[in-house]
C-alpha cells in the first residue's frame, strides 16, 4: 500500500527529473546556436590569404574600381589627341604644301595662316596686308603713332599676356618693332645696303616682300637694361633669358636661333618673336628645331 509520504516523494523525484531535463535541453540549444553560428563559417566556401576582404558595408578595402587605370587610360588618350593635333597643323602648313611659283618667285599660299612661313626663299603675295591688325597695349620703347606698334590681333593679345607674365616675375621689356609694311621694308633694306653693303645687309634684313615682319606675327622686344637696343647683347641679359624660356608659353618663339644661320638665312636674334600660336609653340621650343626644319615634311611624322 503506497501511502501519501510516498506519492509526494515520488512527485518530488518526478519533478526534479523534469526540471534537470529541462536545464539540460536549455544548455543543449544555447550551445547549438554557437555550433550552428561555426557551422556556418567552417562551411563557406574557402578563401586564400590574397582573398579581398571585404567590409561590414560590403564594399571591398582591397578591390581597385579601376579608377587610376582609367585616369591614366584618359591622361594618356589625350596626350595622344594632342600628339595627334599637332602633327596634322604642322602637315597643314609644312613647306612642301603651302608655296607656290608666280613667274621667278616661290609665293606662299598661306599668308593668313599663323604659321607661314616667310624667309628668303618664300615670299608673301603682292601687295599683302593683314586685315586684323591692331595696337597691343603693351609699353614700347618710342612714343607716338607709328605702324610698328602694330601687330595682328591675336598675336597682339598674346603679346599682352606675355608683357603682364614678365612683369609678375620682375621683369621689364619693351615693344619695339611689329608689323612692318611692304614700303616700309623698301626703305628699311636699301638704308641697310647704304651702311654696310649687300652682302651684310642680306644677312640681317629682308627684302621687300620675303620680310616676316610684314605678316603682322613678328615683333622685336628688348628691355631698358641693354638701352632697348635690338642687338645680342639682349640675348644674355636677364630679360633675354626669361623671353627664350617664358614665351612659347604665349605663343612665341625666337625666330633666329643662335648658329642656324644656314638654314634660316640670317643672324641669331634674340630679340625677334615670331607667334606661331599657343598649340605649336611649346613643341616647337622643345624639339630645337628652326620653323624651316620643323615644318618640313621630312621631320612631320604622321
Not at 587610376?68 to 596634322?88: L, P, Q, R, W
Not at 618693332?177 to 628699311?188: A, E, L, M, P, T
Not at 645680342?232 to 623671353?243: A, I, N, Q, T
Request: charged share 30%; proline share 4%.
Amino acid at each position: 500500500m503506497i501511502t501519501t509520504k510516498m506519492k509526494r516523494h515520488r512527485w518530488t523525484i518526478a519533478l526534479l527529473s523534469t526540471l534537470l531535463m529541462g536545464s539540460v535541453l536549455l544548455t543543449g540549444c544555447e550551445e547549438g546556436g554557437q555550433g550552428q553560428k561555426e557551422g556556418q563559417n567552417l562551411n563557406a566556401p574557402a578563401t586564400s590569404d590574397t582573398s579581398e576582404e571585404v567590409t561590414p558595408d560590403g564594399t571591398n578595402d582591397n578591390k581597385t574600381d579601376g579608377t587610376e587605370d582609367n585616369k591614366d587610360g584618359i591622361e594618356t588618350g589625350k596626350e595622344d589627341t594632342e600628339t595627334d593635333s599637332v602633327m596634322a597643323l604642322r602637315a597643314q602648313s609644312s613647306l612642301q604644301s603651302s608655296i607656290q611659283q608666280e613667274g621667278d618667285r616661290s609665293v606662299v599660299t598661306n599668308a593668313e595662316a599663323v604659321t607661314v612661313i616667310v624667309n628668303k626663299e618664300r615670299s608673301l603675295p603682292e601687295g599683302y596686308e593683314p586685315d586684323d591688325l591692331v595696337e597691343p597695349n603693351v609699353p614700347f620703347s618710342f612714343d607716338g603713332p607709328h605702324e610698328k606698334r602694330h601687330l595682328r590681333k591675336e598675336a597682339a593679345a598674346a603679346l599682352e599676356e606675355l608683357f603682364a607674365a614678365a612683369k609678375e616675375d620682375g621683369i621689364e621689356l619693351r615693344a619695339v618693332s611689329g608689323y612692318r609694311s611692304y614700303n616700309r621694308q623698301v626703305s628699311v633694306y636699301n638704308s641697310s645696303v647704304e651702311r654696310n653693303g649687300e652682302e651684310y645687309a642680306a644677312r640681317v634684313s629682308a627684302k621687300p616682300g620675303y620680310s616676316e615682319h610684314q605678316t603682322g606675327l613678328a615683333i622685336d622686344v628688348s628691355s631698358p637694361s641693354v638701352g632697348n637696343v635690338i642687338e645680342e647683347v639682349f640675348g644674355d641679359s636677364e630679360e633675354g633669358k626669361w623671353l627664350e624660356e617664358h614665351a612659347p608659353e604665349y605663343g612665341f618663339v625666337i625666330r633666329y636661333l643662335k648658329d642656324r644661320e644656314d638654314i634660316t638665312g640670317y643672324v641669331y636674334e634674340p630679340w625677334h618673336i615670331r607667334y606661331v600660336g599657343k598649340e605649336l609653340a611649346p613643341d616647337i621650343a622643345e624639339s630645337g628645331l628652326t620653323l624651316e626644319e620643323y615644318f618640313d615634311e621630312a621631320n612631320i611624322k604622321l
